[in-house]
Every structure is written in C-alpha cells, then in structure tokens.
C-alpha cells in the first residue's frame, strides 16, 4: 500500500511494532489454514481473509490526512482482528 501523503511518503506504518505483528498473524493463520479439508475451508478462508484485513487497514489509516481517520481505521483493524481470533481459537480446540 502506497501513501501519497506527503509527511508519510517514508512508510512509515511498516515501522510500527502493530503492524509489524499483524503481518505475522497473517502468516500463521495461513499456514495454520491452508490445507484444511474442504468442510471447513469456508471457516479457514474467513479467518485468513480477516486476518488479512487487519495489517491493511493499519496501513490505509496511517496515510489518511487526519488523527480521526486513522483511529477510525484502527478500530476497524481491531473488529477484524476479533473475527480472525476467535475461528481460530475455536477451531483447534474441538473439543469446545
């Protein structure tokens, strides 16, 4: 993701510890995922696809011109991150 605003032209988001961090949440959930049987593929494929989210919108909110959008797409990354977590948490547990 490209920012096109000015003061943010170094990239700096890549920098940050949290979405640092998102990307290897991304990566695990993936490989946690990837060859399940295909009854729970949806399931895999919506915790993956949340998980995704999360490092994207931390990255488009931080080139956003103000505070307010950015907290904005914070709490969206946020959402997204409860959604992944939970598949995830649920489903290596089957027990639950």
């Not at 920012?3 to 959930?29: G, H, M, P």
């Not at 990255?59 to 950015?70: D, F, H, L, P, T």
Request: aromatic share 12%; proline share 3%; glycine share 4%.
């Amino acid at each position: 993701m490209e920012c096109w605003v000015l003061k943010n032209e170094n990239r700096a988001y890549q920098q940050l510890r949290v979405w640092q961090d998102s990307i290897e949440f991304y990566r695990l959930t993936s490989r946690v995922f990837r060859n399940w049987p295909y009854e729970l593929r949806r399931v895999g494929s919506q915790a993956i696809a949340a998980s995704d989210s999360v490092h994207r919108n931390i990255a488009e909110g931080y080139c956003r011109k103000s505070i307010r959008e950015y907290l904005n797409f914070l709490n969206i990354a946020w959402g997204h991150l409860v959604k992944a977590s939970p598949d995830s948490t649920s489903i290596a547990r089957p027990d639950k």
